[in-house]
């Protein structure tokens, strides 16, 4: 389950007077790709990767000139050591941006896997998000090791692979962008964003042994309706329970989720793959936490018992203003191979 969009979102338009947000809030297409990549050593790589991610509009429109405006987006966000060998000398830092810290539960860990730079692809038709994630690699390619590849698709009415509808509770309009934008507390990084991604492969057949009234249990939703189980009645290890924040003025605390179901009937590979986006990514990190260590320690959530987790990354996602001023800089900080790195070197043959 693990949360995702149940319905198209209200996209808000921020004023002219703000930066202006990449697609984070245009969730719920039929088609996805989730792209994540490290950029190598090389001199000149960090500058053609950092070159092709503010220019990714273009790379957008190119493919997708002849669809509707939002029938194909890509979101670019960057981890963090990444983040500090692009961004000028002296230029601010996200203040929530880190690597993403492993989880050790009693029973189920969450790892921390590579990653510098994560392109989230949606579309509503899959071969416009397969030929955008084509043109990505072809620019970027020589530059980059990819470390995770996932293609995903809507299955059904918005269900994962589990038969439950994922991400009921999403937020929409107003409250998507107050839960998943960058507000007054980093005003430089306003309208930005922190996304965390994580593969989770499925057992389906535990899960599937399981009787239906076990796997609501499990969820704390009923299957069929999707109506989440009264408070007096939903076990407190259960998904629902356990993903609900609440701050210390008794406040919940929201993240716009986009899922996606994969799967390879042929390798009986078959999982989720999670995306949350917030504005701080502390409270993805507490829903996290809550899953795996338990709230209180060893009450966790037993979809962990059949979903295993496999990958796990922390990125920032920029505004678009950010984002198209990168490629403005020069990169003055070194690369680990010793080299100084000193300018851009795009355009220059390698």
């Not at 830092?93 to 860990?109: M, Q, W």
């Amino acid at each position: 389950m693990l949360g995702g969009p149940g319905y198209p979102l209200v996209v808000v338009q921020s004023s002219a007077d703000e930066p202006e947000a990449q697609s984070v809030l245009l969730a719920f297409r039929r088609a996805a790709v989730f792209l994540v990549v490290s950029v190598n050593d090389r001199p000149g790589a960090a500058e053609q990767v950092r070159d092709a991610a503010a220019d990714i509009n273009g790379l957008v429109r190119a493919v997708g000139f002849r669809q509707s405006p939002t029938a194909l987006s890509c979101v670019v966000g960057f981890g963090s050591s990444y983040w500090d060998r692009i961004r000028p000398a002296g230029a601010p830092r996200p203040a929530g941006l880190h690597e993403f810290r492993p989880i050790t539960g009693a029973v189920h860990d969450a790892p921390t896997t590579p990653g510098d730079v994560l392109f989230h692809i949606r579309a509503d038709r899959n071969d416009l998000a397969f030929e955008l994630s084509r043109q990505i690699m072809a620019v970027i390619g020589p530059w980059v090791t990819v470390q995770d590849h996932v293609t995903g698709f809507r299955y059904f009415d918005a269900r994962d692979l589990l038969g439950f509808v994922d991400g009921t509770e999403n937020p929409t309009g107003r409250a998507a962008a107050a839960a998943a934008l960058i507000g007054d507390t980093e005003p430089d990084f306003r309208n930005g964003s922190y996304v965390i991604v994580q593969k989770y492969l499925h057992d389906l057949t535990a899960w599937q042994a399981l009787s239906t009234e076990q796997q609501e249990r499990v969820i704390g939703r009923t299957k069929l309706d999707d109506i989440e189980i009264a408070d007096d009645v939903r076990a407190d290890s259960s998904h629902v329970t356990l993903n609900t924040i609440v701050d210390e003025n008794g406040v919940e605390q929201d993240i716009l989720r986009d899922n996606m179901v994969f799967g390879d009937a042929g390798a009986a590979e078959y999982g989720t793959y999670y995306i949350g986006y917030a504005k701080d990514p502390a409270i993805v990190e507490a829903m996290l936490g809550h899953m795996f260590v338990g709230k209180p320690a060893g009450n966790y959530d037993h979809i962990l018992d059949v979903s295993t987790a496999v990958t796990g990354s922390l990125f920032f996602v920029p505004s678009l203003d950010v984002l198209s001023t990168l490629a403005d800089d020069e990169i003055t900080q070194s690369p680990n191979d010793g080299s100084l790195g000193i300018g851009s070197l795009k355009g220059e043959s390698q």
